[in-house]
């Protein structure tokens, strides 16, 4: 259902590559199954040819491993930016987290990405093959001999229907149309959980924080998390890296994550997206953000360089932490 | 199991300039607060960081109070005004989270002001020991 | 692991009266790292410093911690003594147990329980401590004082007498302030211009001192020994340096009406004026809210008359950039408005008056060349009612009165009525006193002669109100010795109005990070042995700026605050804080967080390169403080996403081993 | 705009001019005084002991009404405004007093002081504006200098009547010139009358009485308004030389609607 | 004679701190009633706040004061002595049969311009 294809960003490729302009394509490849396609450096026509693939799967946003792939790379790096991904891009150059002289940055149209864990759960386990059908995934299972018909749009990953813009903030090159950004209604659910008691939030949370088995999936895929030594593998940090022994312990970690990348996330919903337990980490971020456009005015990180994040900015007449909360009964 | 009224943990961080001096002028004044509240002395205000009070209530504190001076007076110009921006969007989380809010505060007190610094212990630690015990965000494992 | 010893001090009763140190020394003994723990009476005491300095040769220790009273009060004791015994100062951590434990707590056993606590804390962090050695940073040898009455005069003419350069910026046209203003001065009676002129002109013709008259600080920026200011000069639409003083413009402008603000508006001045005669510098300066030129280009009267051509219509404000070394505040005092007090009728007629209004009135080169007369129609009064403490000692609303004393009422007032009495010998004059407070050299026998050989009836009450009738003005008062109300019809009423620090300190304390008391006056390091030190290092405290004083006063510690600058500026290099931030190389992701939030500017990034394991080379961007800048705030340790960022003195981990050891 | 009326006793009965010219004058400046319903004496004086509780309920009653309402309550009498405020602000700050209160009148929710109280000068000031009040002058009072009597009990305590600057006040002199007239100013405008005390002591009335009269006429004053029944019977009792009215008099007669209260 | 439970008592009821008082007799100059009194405004801070009340319960100042808030205003420290008057004044008349003003009273008091007002506050003042 992309509208661009696998061929033109092939030819993009090859063309850079020939010309010079890049040494290497950071881009998908397959995985052992359809539906886990993972990043690779590509250096060679052949490669790219036999290895190179395009598809609803590839959601994984390219921007945190430019920190990794060009810091002692020579040369420049070719990476497709889906719209989201351009988000993180700037935020990494904001933070001067790589060399933008390194990159050729093509920004690429994105109709949304399929949930794996919502196909499983409409087709069920033992996927063997996806197809593409217009607007419709055929899905082969090894318990059935007839394909599933599964429409795109009703396993698309959440960031995606909720999905903030389709506009790319940064690029080189842009392959296909430009988008616009999009008033989305990604802050609802936050909303929602706002106006629970805190009895239900407390119940909410613990009920989806109770199932992180701490496999740092979330923080190893989020664009924000590129520290050179992060926090919870730092044995004097003191909130170390430990398996959780109880509920206090999965609370912990996501708070001091989630405030960690605070102002910083673009929220480009890579923690949930990743997350084996499905626990929707996004909406941590997301509160924060929906807090900080409320009380400091809107800000998305990432639409621009060199912005300067709220929390590392203030004014004089900012509204007092007592009244964070005066301020939500009075919108109730 | 004795059934005596849960005697609060209450960790107060004090900023040197102004607070730790109001804490120092309720003494000179004999104004008491309960023993209740300990105090831990930080250059400024934006010294805390929230790890420190997950950490306070990770080892059963019940309630965490910072204190700073009063936003414009602080000591390093605006160090108060990062406190105040990062316990809002922090205290704002955790309540996100179902975590009672009474059990965090922030409140400016300068070096001037003994009588705050004592009444506003008194009322934390009334507030906090109102909520009981904290069992929402303690570890288990550091109990006694 | 640290050798600790552990040094729990009595304070005399202090600590001991609520707090068993006993058991406090006892239960921390098997504390870790703990390897001698002690009580004495006073620990701060010589004795009790050698009792440290013993232990620390005998049990080989390398930790101290004091359980005593606030760090804020004997840190620096402790860590001097430390030094003595020849370990790191920064190896001294100080448990609070007398202002935060035994003063607060009554029942022995919770003082006992918190004083352990407290301790195990400090026990916790000094095992963590590590040993600091400050920095270094040069002294710009100049000095800064920021205010031209008595007080900065004074402070400048000294700093100046040591070889230092000095500015002294003045938001007046000149410098001479209050006193300038004033008549006699107690307790001598010596003329105020007499004896404040000669030190005028001394600054004028010092070398070493330049004066920013109509000038204001707009920035400072910078850390003790490294001032930067921004001084913006008023545009006063004269060349100062082509200007003679001459008065001809004054003289010709057409302008007459503007209210005179040296007389207090009890006369007029024209557009175009020289606030006094010995006005220093001795510049004519337009203002630009009366001058028709300014207001609509019609006029230009002055630049013709002026034959130097010292006359600039297009003049502009001037920013100047200075570094200096030192900066003294002597910013002065105002006497309060009297529009909240009308039970006095201030408002109501001319002929209630201020003290400062009554100076003018006596004052020859005042607006009735020295003839006292009633404003309201130039008799002279007969019968003459002074009021002691409006607005002084007065707590029942804070918008109206100041709760302090303003401690020079009583004796300018013994003073005024004095001379009343020496000039006007028919005259009946009565002063309305609460307490008379005369403790000053000669002060008491000034204030008696004016009761026993001048004849001042002073009366031990207050006055109720004050009724403006036809040309007389009732006072309605009590006489509380003779217990009865008294009705005296008076010809002029003078209020001794409360004195509050200029309008322009605390916008200034604000620039300067300097802290003010609730009252606006600048606070001292420490009210008894740094009064002319303002907590914020480099700044200096000269005058009524720091709290009410009369004249002798305000020149001994104007004379005391520049000892201290040319202390600080004879030195050639300034020992830092080491309780500074630093940041770890191999975790700073140099994302420049660290930066935004540094309120010095203390943090700038370097790229470094870095040895990989598989013996590649990487270049990172990395941040690198300026110790000699750097004033340890903290911020930037909490800004920081990786951590790499922290603190000496307050690290992360010292700081959670204290919330361990308090929840533990 | 609507607003509630607490008239009080003495204009219901000596003070009856007061209440009619308020009436008529607030129908002018399109507000309309809607009384309360079965209303009790305020009490005269305001009775400062934290105990007294009774004595207090008849105008916490009045109130309630008014928040019931969701009006603002407007007095014209100094004394019941005084009595009135000044319970009013008990019912806000002192926990003990509302508590009481409240289980006295326990029949409906509590009530902690929630009613705006105005003095009908306050309501001129704040509600309608002297600038208003001025366009609407049809018969301006020019030339004439009148002086402000604001006795004790309009402005004390300045803490709870919040309703000028307690030594220098400016509301009656600013609404004498809405109406055109010169204010005159003179120390004695806040000076008390001799109040109540003239039954016992009228020689004390007196002597004050005559103080405030002097003092206005000393500086110029050819008549004097209060707001206030008791001032003006002590005033005038006591041998006024020159005209003492009420405001609302002054104010119906600029309005030009003092003829039809005399039909 | 000192009497500290009255002393309280007054204490309480009037919520005045006689020991704010700086005795500047700012309170008495500015009394209206002075010199009908015996013992004056500030004398009733003083003496409360020694415990020397008798006099004060026997002394016909209790019925002079105007109640016209001119001490409350105008002192400096905020003492408000006409709270502590009016205190007074109610420990006196609250006793049994001690009414100053009964209804018997009225009608020598009345002329035909006597306002409601003026009797309505004499009882609150004279009478329980």
């Known amino acids: 259902m992309q509208t661009i294809t696998k061929q033109q960003l092939l030819d993009k490729a090859d063309s850079l590559l020939a010309n010079g302009t890049v040494t290497a394509v950071l881009g998908w490849s397959k995985g052992e199954f359809g539906y886990d396609v993972t990043p690779k450096m590509f250096t060679t026509k052949e490669d790219l040819e036999q290895n190179f693939v395009w598809n609803d799967f590839c959601g994984v946003n390219f921007s945190k491993y430019l920190v990794s792939k060009t810091d002692r790379f020579e040369g420049k790096i070719l990476v497709f930016l889906k719209p989201c991904d351009t988000y993180s891009f700037n935020q990494l150059l904001t933070e001067h987290r790589f060399d933008r002289e390194k990159v050729y940055a093509v920004g690429i149209p994105c109709e949304g990405m399929v949930d794996v864990s919502k196909l499983k759960a409409a087709t069920g386990d033992g996927i063997s093959e996806i197809k593409e059908d217009g607007d419709n995934l055929l899905v082969t299972t090894i318990y059935e001999d007839e394909p599933a018909t599964v429409p795109c749009r009703d396993v698309l990953l959440e960031r995606c229907i909720n999905c903030k813009s389709k506009k790319h903030v940064a690029y080189d090159e842009l392959l296909g149309d430009e988008g616009e950004i999009i008033d989305s209604a990604r802050f609802d659910e936050v909303a929602q959980i706002e106006a629970m008691t805190p009895d239900e939030r407390f119940a909410f949370w613990q009920n989806e924080l109770s199932r992180c088995i701490r496999c ?81 005015g809107e800000y998305q990180a990432g639409a621009e360089v060199g912005s300067r994040a709220p929390l590392v900015d203030y004014t004089t007449d900012d509204l007092e932490p007592g009244e964070v909360f005066d301020r939500r009964d009075m919108d109730a | 199991m004795q059934v005596n009224e849960h005697k609060p943990l209450i960790v107060a961080f004090c900023c040197n300039w102004c607070s730790y001096a109001g804490a120092d002028l309720a003494g000179n004044n004999r104004l008491n607060y309960p023993a209740d509240v300990k105090i831990i002395r930080v250059p400024c205000s934006c010294r805390v960081n929230p790890m420190f009070i997950l950490r306070a209530f990770q080892r059963g504190a019940d309630g965490v109070i910072i204190c700073g001076c009063h936003p414009g007076d602080c000591h390093y110009t605006s160090g108060n005004y990062y406190t105040r921006r990062r316990m809002a969007a922090l205290f704002s989380m955790l309540d996100f989270l179902g975590i009672e809010k009474e059990r965090t505060r922030v409140e400016w007190v300068s070096a001037a002001e003994g009588a705050k610094f004592a009444a506003t212990m008194n009322d934390f630690v009334e507030q906090v020991t109102a909520l009981g015990e904290n069992k929402r965000l303690e570890d288990l494992r550091c109990k006694r | 692991m640290q050798r600790v010893g552990v040094f729990v001090c009595w304070c005399g009763s202090n600590i001991a009266g609520t707090v068993d140190v006993q058991a406090v020394s006892e239960a921390l003994k098997s504390e870790p790292g703990v390897v001698f723990s002690a009580n004495y009476q006073y620990m701060c005491s010589q004795a009790g410093q050698d009792m440290i300095k013993e232990a620390v040769k005998e049990h080989n220790l390398t930790g101290i911690v004091v359980c005593s009273c606030s760090p804020r009060m ?343 009525a004095m001379l009343t009495r020496d000039k006007y010998p028919d005259t009946e004059v009565y002063v309305f006193y609460i307490d008379v407070r005369t403790p000053g050299k000669n002060f008491d026998e000034f204030y008696r002669r004016a009761v026993e050989e001048y004849g001042v009836k002073y009366v031990k009450g207050m006055v109720g109100k004050v009724t403006p009738e036809g040309d007389k003005l009732k006072v309605q008062a009590s006489d509380l010795i003779a217990n009865k109300q008294l009705h005296i019809d008076a010809d002029l009423v003078v209020l001794a109005a409360a004195i509050e620090p200029d309008k322009s300190a605390r916008p200034l304390a604000t620039m300067l990070t300097a802290s003010m ?148 | 705009m609507k607003v509630s009326y607490f008239p009080g006793c003495t204009l219901k009965n000596k003070a009856k001019d007061l209440d009619m010219y308020a009436y008529k004058s607030a129908e002018v400046l399109g507000i309309t005084l809607e009384e309360i319903e079965n209303w009790q004496c305020c009490g005269g004086v305001f009775t400062t002991a934290k105990n007294e509780i009774a004595t207090k309920l008849s ?45 006295y009148m326990a029949e409906d929710g509590g009530y902690f002081g929630e009613t705006e109280v105005y003095h009908y000068l306050e309501m001129l000031r704040d509600l309608v504006g002297f600038d208003k009040l001025k366009e609407k002058v049809v018969n301006p009072l020019a030339g004439k200098k009148i002086a402000a009597y604001y006795g004790c009990l309009l402005l004390r305590p300045s803490g709870v009547m919040k309703m000028d600057d307690p030594e220098n006040p400016t509301i009656m002199e600013n609404f004498i010139k809405a109406l055109g007239a010169e204010p005159v100013i003179y120390a004695q405008r806040n000076e008390c009358c001799g109040g109540y005390v003239s039954v016992e002591s009228p020689e004390l009335a007196k002597k004050n009485s005559n103080a405030v009269v002097r003092n206005a006429k000393a500086q110029g004053a050819e008549m004097i308004i209060t707001a206030c029944p008791l001032c003006k019977y002590n005033l005038v009792k006591n041998g006024a030389d020159i005209p003492v009215v009420y405001f609302t008099e002054l104010l119906a007669e600029a309005l030009g609607v003092k003829e039809d209260t005399n039909e | 004679m000192n009497n500290q439970y009255l002393r309280e008592e007054l204490i309480r009821q009037s919520g005045v701190n006689p020991k704010k008082c700086m005795k500047c007799g700012k309170c008495s100059a500015t009394c209206p009633a002075y010199d009908e009194m015996e013992y004056h405004p500030h004398q ?83 009478s329980k």
Request: glycine share 6%; aromatic share 6%.
């Open chain 3, 517 to 664: 008391d609730t009252n606006d006056f600048f606070t001292e390091a420490h009210p008894k042995l740094r009064p002319v030190e303002s907590p914020t290092a480099g700044v200096f405290l000269s005058g009524a700026c720091q709290g009410p004083k009369d004249i002798p006063e305000t020149v001994s510690q104007a004379g005391a605050a520049a000892s201290k600058v040319i202390g600080l500026l004879a030195k050639d290099k300034l020992t830092g804080n080491p309780c500074v931030a630093h940041s770890n190389e191999l975790m700073c992701n140099g994302c420049s967080s660290c930066e935004k939030v540094c309120a010095y500017g203390a943090i700038t990034y370097e790229n470094k390169e870095f040895r990989m394991p598989d013996r590649t080379t990487k270049i990172r961007r990395v941040a690198v403080v300026n110790p000699a800048v750097c004033q340890g705030c903290g911020a930037c340790t909490v800004a920081c996403p990786s951590g790499a960022m922290d603190l000496n003195g307050f690290a992360s981990n010292q700081i959670m081993a204290e919330v361990d050891a308090i929840c533990k």
């Open chain 3, 74 to 416: 004997h840190e620096a004791t402790f860590r001097k003594t430390a030094a003595a015994a020849g370990i790191n100062p920064y190896m001294v951590e100080i448990a609070n147990i007398r202002e935060q434990c035994s003063w607060v707590h009554k029942d022995i056993a919770t003082g006992t329980e918190k004083a352990i606590i407290l301790g195990k804390a400090a026990i916790a962090k000094v095992n963590l401590n590590t040993p600091l050695t400050p920095g270094e940073s040069p002294v710009t040898k100049r000095a800064l004082v920021i205010g031209g009455g008595i007080a900065g005069i004074q402070t400048a003419l000294d700093i100046a007498d040591a070889g230092f350069p000095v500015d002294i910026v003045e938001t007046k046209p000149t410098i001479g302030g209050k006193m300038a203003q004033l008549d006699k001065t107690f307790p001598t009676l010596d003329c105020a211009a007499c004896i404040l002129t000669p030190k005028m002109v001394d600054v004028a013709q010092n070398e070493k001192i330049r004066i920013f008259s109509y000038s204001e600080v707009s920035e400072i920026k910078g850390f003790v020994g490294n001032f930067d200011v921004t001084i913006k000069k008023n545009a006063r639409y004269v060349k100062e340096d082509i200007c003679t003083g001459c008065g001809a413009c004054v003289e010709k402008c057409p302008m007459k009406k503007v209210p005179n603000e040296f007389n207090l508006g009890m006369d007029n001045r024209s557009a175009i004026y020289i606030p006094f005669a010995q006005a220093v510098p001795k510049v004519a300066t337009i203002d630009p809210n009366a001058c028709n030129m300014l207001k609509n280009g019609k006029c230009g009267l002055c630049a013709r008359v002026c034959t130097a051509g010292a006359i600039d219509y297009t003049q502009k404000d001037e920013y100047i950039n200075e570094k200096y070394g030192a900066i003294v505040v002597a910013t002065g005092f105002n006497p309060i408005s009297m529009d909240k007090f009308d039970e006095f009728a201030y408002n109501q007629s001319k002929d209630v008056i201020t003290s400062l209004e009554f100076e003018r009135l006596t004052n020859a080169a005042g607006p009735t060349a020295g003839h006292l007369e009633r404003p309201s129609d130039g008799k002279s009064p007969k019968t003459i009612v002074f009021v002691q403490c409006v607005g002084s000692r007065c707590d029942a609303c804070a918008e109206k009165g100041k709760e302090y004393c303003s401690k020079i009422c009583c004796m300018y007032t013994a003073k005024h």
């Open chain 5, 44 to 126: 009733f801070v003083s003496m409360v706040e020694s415990g020397d009340i008798e006099p004060l319960l026997q002394s016909e100042s209790l019925y002079k004061c105007l109640s016209c808030f001119a001490c409350i205003e105008r002192c400096p420290r905020g003492v408000e002595p006409a709270k502590l008057v009016e205190a007074v004044r109610l420990s006196a008349i609250r006793k049994q049969g001690e009414n100053r003003m009964t209804a018997n009273d009225v009608p020598a008091l009345l002329d035909e311009d006597t306002p409601q007002q003026l009797l309505v506050s004499a009882f609150r003042k004279y």
């Open chain 4, 59 to 103: 105008s916490v009653r009045a109130l309630k009404e008014a928040y019931a309402k969701e009006q603002s309550l407007v007095t014209v009498c100094s004394a019941c405004h005084n009595v009135i405020k000044q319970t009013n602000y008990a019912m806000q700050n002192d926990k003990d007093f509302s508590d009481t209160v409240n289980r």
């Open chain 1, 216 to 296: 740092n999936a979330c923080r190893d895929a989020c664009p924000a998390c590129t520290c050179e030594k992060c926090v919870f593998d730092n044995p004097n940090s003191g909130v170390e890296n430990k398996a959780p022994a109880n509920s206090f312990e999965e609370k912990m970690f996501h708070i001091i994550r989630a405030y960690h990348v605070a102002g910083r996330c673009t929220d480009c919903g890579e923690c949930s997206r990743v997350c084996p337990q499905n626990i929707p980490l996004h909406l941590l971020n997301r509160k924060f953000i929906k807090d900080i456009n409320e009380f400091y």
